[in-house]
């Protein structure tokens, strides 16, 4: 995959200017739609079930069976104007980059990955030359696969674990344990992979990707619907296998198998469903995250013709939620087109339609303390327009502002240790960080 040249290093202009132009193509990667042929009609938002205690404006929704507990309290998030955050490059020089984050250890540094295969080290703001890690012979690599996520354990400054997500070389979704030696020093062994799931795909589009450690400290594990346009297989609404799903594994069990189903997830014991499922309906979960402070669950799910979707589901709601694919598109009917059933399905808390772009990059909620003004602001973005938005986390109703125009290619976002927030512009090969606007 080419990437743009090299931009210079150092702020990004701030304003409007000009939003990248929509790909005439299907986009490459897990954040791309793929509105193959004409979409589904059905224009009217049917009735739904909200997400727990936050029913969006404008749209009737009958009350859950089962109130779910509300977060806790936490400041809401001030109303954010169109030009309250900056940009300034980090690192460049990147090839493909899909992710960053820090490791959780307290030691400063970013983790990118490169969809060929490696992942890359940030230390005190310079790319480590070496990779951290090069996965690249087991992986197949390009349009959307290649190495989609990266997580490292809550413990790994004691014990050096991280996990990751790729396509290998058949294009089947691996998820594996990797170790590294020193957790303080900047290489991980490639010898010393431990494959913990592994889930066939029938297409090579839709493959999420996405991991996170969540704070019951297992590990979640977002899958697309195995792809093709339009989820053939029904694969979103099937209970019976993985894709279209967020998992929920235990990685490191203690009897020498490849991993443990927790009691509690939903359908442990329902005859024809996989124990390892937490929520189904969904389409190709780019990117999802864990707000730190409350726990609060936020899902990017990628649309297929017509509209792109933010879904939340608020810590201590009950487990299983079904956020609608391929019965619904966002709000709308998808299959199907119109009188679609709706009962027990979970409405977005965010919408936007492909006349404002054309592939979600969900995000995370601000929980660091260099912009005040942004803290509990969760910030998402569009891959195609650029356009990153801000919306108050805890409002029952939140209203999506514009933050920023950027003409950028935003695969994704990340989150330093210290709850500052980054951005993964694919096409430029840099991360950048979330900053206060110029004055």
């Keep these: 995959m080419s990437t743009l040249p090299p931009q210079r290093r ?12 929509v790909a005439a193509a299907v986009v490459a990667l897990g954040a791309a739609a793929c509105g193959i042929g004409p979409s589904p009609a059905g224009e009217t938002p049917p009735a739904l079930t909200p997400t727990p205690a936050r029913t969006q404006a404008g749209l009737p929704s009958p009350a859950p069976p089962t109130p779910a507990p509300a977060s806790p309290s936490v400041p809401p998030a001030p109303a954010v ?5 900056g940009l300034d490059v980090v690192v460049e020089g990147l090839d493909a980059p899909l992710w960053a984050s820090g490791a959780g250890d ?62 290998d070389r058949d294009g089947n979704t691996v998820v594996s344990e990797l170790r590294a030696p020193d957790p303080a020093a900047d290489r991980a062994d490639p010898a010393s992979e431990r494959v913990v799931l592994r889930i066939d ?36 609404q099937r209970l019976d296998t993985l894709l279209g799903k967020l998992l929920r594994i235990d990685p490191r069990p203690a009897d020498g198998r490849p991993y443990r189903i927790p009691a509690d997830n939903p359908f442990v014991g329902r005859a024809g469903a996989r124990a390892e499922i937490w929520a189904s309906g969904l389409r190709n979960p780019w990117r999802f995250s864990f707000d730190r402070a409350t726990g609060d669950l936020w899902i990017g799910d990628v649309g297929q013709g017509t509209m792109e979707e933010v879904d939340r589901w608020p ?24 009188g679609c059933a709706t009962a027990g399905l979970v409405l977005p808390v965010a919408v936007y339609r492909h006349d404002e772009g054309c592939a979600v990059t969900g995000g995370y909620v601000y929980r660091g303390t260099a912009l005040p003004g ?40 990340g ?3 210290d709850g500052e927030l980054y951005i993964v512009d694919l096409a430029g090969g840099r991360v950048l960080r979330v900053v206060a606007p110029a004055t």
């Design 415 to 417: 989150e330093g240790d």
């Design 10 to 21: 150092g702020r990004v202009p701030r304003g409007p200017g000009p939003a990248v132009a």
């Design 315 to 338: 810590a201590g709601s009950p487990a299983g939620p079904d956020f609608g694919w391929n019965r619904m598109e966002g709000t709308l009917c998808f299959s199907p087109a119109t």
């Design 81 to 85: 104007p169109l030009g309250s955050i």
């Design 106 to 167: 307290g030691s400063g540094r970013l983790f990118v990955l490169e969809q060929a295969g490696r992942i890359r080290a940030v230390r005190d703001g310079a790319l480590v030359p070496e990779p951290y890690i090069d996965l690249g012979g087991e992986i197949a690599s390009g349009g959307e696969r290649g190495l989609l996520g990266l997580a490292f354990s809550p413990t790994f400054a004691r014990d050096g674990l991280l996990y990751v997500d790729y396509t």
């Design 201 to 236: 795909q029938p297409y090579p589009n839709h493959n999420g990707g996405a991991l996170a450690f969540g704070p019951d400290g297992l590990l979640w594990i977002a899958t697309g619907d195995g792809g093709s346009a339009g989820d053939p297989q029904g694969n979103g």
């Design 374 to 413: 942004l803290a509990g602001t969760y910030l998402y973005a569009d891959y195609c327009s650029g356009t990153i938005w801000g919306l108050d986390a805890a409002a029952a109703t939140p209203a999506p502002r514009v933050l920023r125009p950027a003409d950028l290619r935003i695969a994704s976002f």
